[in-house]
């Protein structure tokens, strides 16, 4: 809406902004979408469903739920959230460190997304490795929840696969348990390992 200037605030009308923000619920749930792709054949065909018949759109951004226009490839990003993607083939960073820690203990910022578009949250950074990390939050996250992950060390969208009550850096709350779907590393060199004499 912002983009073709139908938003009200932009000079769109309100009937126009209610009709796009129909359409956008309507398409990015899957569910909703086969609903409506079913009805609108049967009204236009006057026929029942193709049983094979598949959506036009099958994939999705998993943090803001946005079309996507193809299945993404290494180091793309959603349009609308800039949140990595996770392609179909194997990414370069679980190749890149075969050698490194399991995890590596970081006490950092971490700003987290659980709905887009949103407010980011404040946590802090517990340990991560190349698959995922920890940081605790003063919210309880419920697994399964997708987030999209912003700190020094790395822009991620990922899965939240366990939360607990703890106490870690000092600070009390839960500690969240996340598996990376995609991962950009600001910095990979040194990330892991450190070393000195």
């Given amino acids: 809406m912002l983009k073709l200037k139908h938003h009200p605030d932009l000079g769109g009308s309100t ?12 398409l990015t749930d899957p ?3 086969a609903a409506y792709d ?17 959506p036009l759109i099958t994939v999705f951004c998993p943090v803001c739920k946005r079309p996507l226009a193809r299945k993404p490839q290494p180091g793309d990003r959603c349009a609308s959230c800039q949140s990595p993607l996770q392609s179909e083939k194997p ?13 590596t203990k970081r006490d950092d910022k971490v700003f987290y997304y659980t709905t887009w578009p949103g ?33 020094q060390l790395c822009d991620a969208s990922g899965t939240v696969t366990n939360t607990s009550e703890e106490e870690a850096a000092g600070q009390k709350g839960y500690a969240i348990g996340i598996a990376f779907l995609a991962v950009n590393f600001i910095e990979p060199r ?8």
């Avoid at 040194?190 to 004499?197: E, I």
């Fill in 15 to 26: 009937m126009d902004a209610v009709e796009l923000n129909e359409a956008y619920e309507v």
């Fill in 31 to 33: 569910e909703r979408r």
């Fill in 38 to 54: 079913k009805e609108l054949y049967l009204r236009y065909t006057k026929r029942a469903e193709a049983p094979n018949k598949s």
């Fill in 91 to 103: 990414t370069d960073h679980k190749r890149a460190y075969q050698r490194a820690l399991a995890r």
């Fill in 119 to 151: 407010k980011p949250q404040q946590g802090r950074m517990i340990d991560f490795s190349p698959q995922g990390m920890r940081f605790i939050c003063a919210e309880r996250i419920s697994p399964g929840t997708v987030l999209k992950i912003r700190s």
């Fill in 190 to 197: 040194g990330s892991f390992v450190s070393t000195s004499a």
